[in-house]
C-alpha cells in the first residue's frame, strides 16, 4: 500500500529553521498534489501547506505564509517542508499526506 515517511523534525530554538522531508513509495507520486498537516497537543489536524503535482501551486495556512516554503522533487519522490522563523507556537507533530494516504509523523519543537 501507498507509504509516506516523514524525517527532518527536532528541537528547535526559537527564530531556527527546520527542513522536513517526506518520501513516498507505491503510488505514482508525480500525478497527486501533496500536503503537510500539523496537530499540536490537544487541538485538531490542520492542513499547513499544499503543493500541486507539477510543483506549479502552492498554498499556505495564514499561520505560516511568509515563513514556510513547501516544495517536491518528483524524480526522488519526495516532498519537503522548509521552515523558517520557527515560533513555539508552530510545535506540533507535522504529518506528510497524499493519496489519501499519512505519514506516521515528526515531531517539532521550538523552544528556548
Known amino acids: 500500500q501507498v507509504q509516506l515517511v516523514e524525517s527532518g523534525g527536532g528541537l528547535v530554538q526559537p527564530g531556527g529553521s527546520l527542513r522536513l522531508s517526506c518520501v513516498a513509495s507505491?503510488?505514482?507520486?508525480?500525478?497527486?498534489?501533496m500536503h503537510w498537516y500539523r496537530q499540536a497537543p490537544g487541538k485538531e489536524r490542520e492542513l499547513v501547506a499544499t503543493v500541486s503535482s507539477s510543483g506549479s501551486n502552492r498554498n499556505y495556512a495564514d499561520s505560516v505564509k511568509g515563513r514556510f516554503t513547501i516544495s517536491r522533487d518528483n524524480a526522488k519522490n519526495t516532498v519537503y517542508l522548509q521552515m523558517n522563523s520557527l515560533k513555539p507556537e508552530d510545535t506540533a507533530v507535522y504529518y506528510c499526506?497524499?493519496?489519501?494516504?499519512w505519514g506516521q509523523g515528526t515531531q517539532v519543537t521550538v523552544s528556548s
Open positions: 499526506r497524499g493519496a489519501a494516504a
Open positions: 507505491r503510488f505514482t507520486f508525480s500525478l497527486y498534489d
